[in-house]
């Protein structure tokens, strides 16, 4: 029997109990079915890391027709390795981080959990795609967030995704949003990114990171922050393949050299 | 004055006891002055991940002429933050991360806490350098790595590195070497990566991260498994810019509809 809705696997870096992975299961109950396996609390900034000194377990929090919930005690990319492998039924045709409570566009990709859960779906083969807010609040609204992300689930459901890559959509903090914009990863570096004190019990310092993004093209109106700051729901297709191809051509003239170095 | 050598900041995400990175700061300090902010035990697989929750501390272990060792409660892309802001007493010419007990070619870049340090360093502008063997033995024989690291560390100290772009080094398990292979990331994926056995204290199942890499393309002689497979050592030019600029050229046109969903 063909299954009546597609199925999508939701995962997310602030854990089960979030608004915005709730908030996203809401959006899409109608349109699909789903399972939700995220972490059993926050694991903001968790990037793509797994879990390798210690076992995992996940269980089951809640199970309704057509929305299953299980909460896992590993990282965002455990949560679907392990979702893939010992929890769904069948294939999922979608994987979905979020929706994230803060920033993922720029080099924030690389820190994000959320984006983790996205990459590790997209290696796994599955259209994947990755929802944040540029907004931390616990209690946000995600409601202007709705009609955007049922639109780009239903086209990436109905057209895929190149193999190898998937889809980082960042909503700005302040709604109405002007629209849609299509992006690169904004070019930048994050600065002055630790606040000491006194540690309390004596010995030393403590540091919490925190810092400021410095925007190195901040007139590039082809990159994700552009978007944002100007009110647009930034999309940045994101690849799996990280390889510097400029540079590879240049080097391969360059180490030949190394060649012969035994 | 001029420092008269120059400096070199160095990571894993091993630890600042594992073999890998005192054997790495044993080839270079005649070289280079070197500065170690390692983490204070195993990270391995810990990505690109930032410590978010907890602050961090960083202590002096041990200080010679050139060689400063500090361990860091953090992950490895902390103590890379870190080291620049709290630690170093000038910029460094050169961010290493290694050398790493285990294989960091293909998707593994994603996983890796060597790459995390390499990833970090390149995003504050610094060339950057990623050592691993394809081998865990935690006492290997790091001997026949020497003059390969001293030749591409010599040679990025004099050239540097395009903005933006790193080096992701990866050595056969099996010395002597064929040569040097620069490639790219091989496509593949992880498979059957759970092994679980039942709580000990009963209630469900335990799920251990292992699994299998297949190679999707074992043929392509342009990438790093292949290089590694046929005993040459890897150098796969890695960038910080993850946009998958074919995707967006073809997505530009569709989503136009997008734009006027308000």
């Known amino acids: 029997m063909v299954p009546s809705k597609p199925l999508i696997l939701i995962s997310n870096d602030d854990g089960y109990t979030a608004k915005g992975i709730k908030e996203l299961a809401g959006f899409l109950c109608d349109m699909a079915d789903i399972v939700i396996v995220a972490p059993d609390g926050p694991r903001s900034g968790m990037a793509a890391a797994i879990t390798s000194q210690v076992p ?6 809640s199970c309704l027709p057509g929305l ?3 909460r896992c005690t590993g990282t965002p990319v455990d949560c679907i390795k392990l979702g893939l492998e010992a929890v769904v039924s ?3 045709d979608l994987v979905i981080g979020g929706i994230n409570h803060g920033d993922n566009s720029a080099v924030n990709v690389h820190y994000s959990g959320t984006m983790g859960v996205v990459l590790e779906g997209c290696m796994k083969g599955i259209p994947s795609i990755g929802f944040s807010v540029c907004d931390h609040d616990p209690d946000l609204d995600f409601s202007p967030t709705r009609d955007y992300i049922r639109r780009i689930v239903r086209q990436v459901l109905e057209e895929g995704l190149p ?6 959509v960042n909503f700005p903090e302040k709604a109405p949003y002007e629209g849609v914009k299509v992006c690169r990863q904004t070019v930048g570096r994050w600065e002055n990114e630790w606040v000491s004190s006194p ?6 310092d403590i540091y919490w990171l925190t810092g400021h993004f410095a925007n190195h093209e901040p007139e590039a109106i082809d990159t994700d922050r552009w978007a944002l700051d100007h009110g647009y729901v930034a999309i ?11 540079l590879l051509e240049k080097m391969k003239k360059n180490y030949e ?6």
Do not use: K
């Open 56 to 61: 995992v377990t996940f269980t089951l929090v």
């Open 68 to 70: 299953s919930v299980y």
């Open 90 to 92: 069948r294939w999922p």
């Open 163 to 168: 193999e190898g890559a998937c889809l980082n």
């Open 199 to 204: 540690h309390p019990r004596g010995g030393g």
């Open 236 to 246: 940045t297709p994101t690849q799996v393949d990280m390889t510097a191809y400029g």
């Open 257 to 262: 050299i190394l060649s012969h170095c035994r």
